[in-house]
């Protein structure tokens, strides 16, 4: 992997003891977004974040409980970007190779398997954009510099 992303709420996380994935939700801060140009669902995720900090709160049956439902509770993250600490909450942003401690296992058995960021092409990104690359991905368009700055994206 070249490159490390930051962990975002959404992101798909997944217990060595569990059966099945859940989502992380952040319950720590509410104003720093990434990967969200409107602000509204991204919020990045922190060492803070510990507890019942999943949207489920379980990875199906759990082999620590004799397959018993699983009930995770994160005591720590490690593994997380260390020359970052967010104002709100006083925490070190997750990265997508952060694992959590749980109670249970008593070990980092949480690994972050999607870091919950998605591309989303925005009006801006349309208008950088050289037009021999629209050319490269799409040779049936051919457009002038001129006709990218005028062109209406939809909001999607």
């Known amino acids: 992997m070249s490159k490390i992303h930051l962990v975002c709420q959404g992101a798909i996380c997944k ?3 569990g059966t099945a994935p859940d989502t992380l939700k952040v319950k720590t801060q509410t104003k720093r977004f990434i990967n969200d140009s409107k602000g ?3 919020l990045t995720s922190t ?3 510990i507890g019942q900090t999943f949207e489920k709160n379980t ?3 759990c082999a620590k409980m ?3 439902p699983c009930k995770p509770s994160v005591t720590k993250w490690e593994g997380v970007h260390d020359k970052v600490t967010l104002q709100d909450n006083g925490g070190k942003p997750l990265l997508e190779n952060s694992k959590a401690t749980c109670a249970v296992a008593g070990s980092p058995c949480i690994e972050i398997i999607n870091h919950g960021q ?3 092409i925005t009006e801006q990104n349309i208008k950088n954009v050289s037009p021999e690359v629209i050319k490269i991905i799409n040779p ?3 457009l002038s510099i001129d006709e ?3 062109l209406q994206i939809p909001n999607i």
Do not use: P, W
């Open 47 to 49: 060492d803070k974040d």
């Open 148 to 150: 990218i700055d005028k």
């Open 140 to 142: 049936a368009i051919n």
């Open 66 to 68: 004799n397959n018993n």
């Open 59 to 61: 990875f199906g049956s």
């Open 15 to 17: 217990c060595q003891f």
């Open 40 to 42: 509204e669902s991204k």
């Open 118 to 120: 998605i591309c989303e």
